[in-house]
């Protein structure tokens, strides 16, 4: 079966600093993979989305940059977070030929401090 | 540009009676799904149930039932015989083809309270 495996689990970084979240699927192969952030009163707003290794499209331009360095990994980075960066951030995937739901994976809250 | 509303924030709802919750959405596309998601306290995100939009029947799920109007662009989602359980933010949500792939669109979601 598949899984889906966000880490870490909670950050708290410091205005200025850099991140890396990552994501991980088990079980399939060549999923689409997404990154979505959930701040308060705003729902969860689609960051970035991958259709393969290398491919990343961005939705919304900000602070921050995706890489798919591998078929099942999804990473998450910024150079220097902001205090805006704070939220909480869900990695997703679907399989290709399915037209299906995404599968969310735990979420990593991040606090900026 | 495709969006999705959900016009209540916050509901409350005694345990055992019946709740419903409002998502509007805007597309010019004919064929396409719905979805709502289910996030409690652990913010692990569920899904509750999938509408497709070439369907006429609404879709059902156990004590969860939607009222799809294509036409009005509504997507309610109807929650009967309410329990502790449920108590939950609720997130309606629409996906779009896109060359390549799908991506799915969130409203701000409905923060669901059930009371004992």
């Known amino acids: 079966s598949q899984t889906i495996h966000q880490w870490p689990a909670t950050l708290v970084q410091p205005v200025g600093s850099p991140l890396s979240l990552e994501c991980t699927v088990e079980g399939t192969s060549n999923p689409n993979l997404y990154w979505y952030r959930q701040a308060a009163g705003r729902g969860l707003q689609l960051l970035f989305y991958s259709v393969g290794i290398g491919q990343i499209s961005s939705e919304v331009p900000q602070n921050l940059s995706a890489s798919r360095p591998q078929d099942r990994q999804f990473i998450l980075s910024s150079k220097k977070l902001l205090l805006s960066d704070s939220g909480f951030y869900l990695c997703a995937w679907r399989e290709v030929l399915d037209v299906d739901r995404p599968y969310f994976g735990p979420g990593t809250r991040l606090t900026v401090t | ?116």
């Open chain 2, 1 to 116: 540009a495709q969006t999705v509303t959900q016009s209540q924030p916050e509901m409350s709802v005694q345990e055992a009676e019946t709740v419903t919750l409002s998502c509007t959405y805007d597309t010019s596309e004919s064929n396409y799904y719905l979805f709502w998601y289910k996030q409690p306290p652990s913010r692990q995100m569920i899904l509750v149930i999938r509408q497709e939009a070439y369907k006429q029947q609404n879709a059902t799920e156990n004590r969860f039932s939607v009222n799809f109007q294509k036409a009005a662009k509504s997507f309610s989602l109807k929650i009967s015989d309410s329990q502790l359980g449920d108590t939950a933010m609720y997130f309606c949500a629409f996906m779009k083809h896109i060359p390549g792939t799908y991506k799915y669109i969130f409203g701000t979601g409905t923060r669901l309270k059930v009371l004992a």
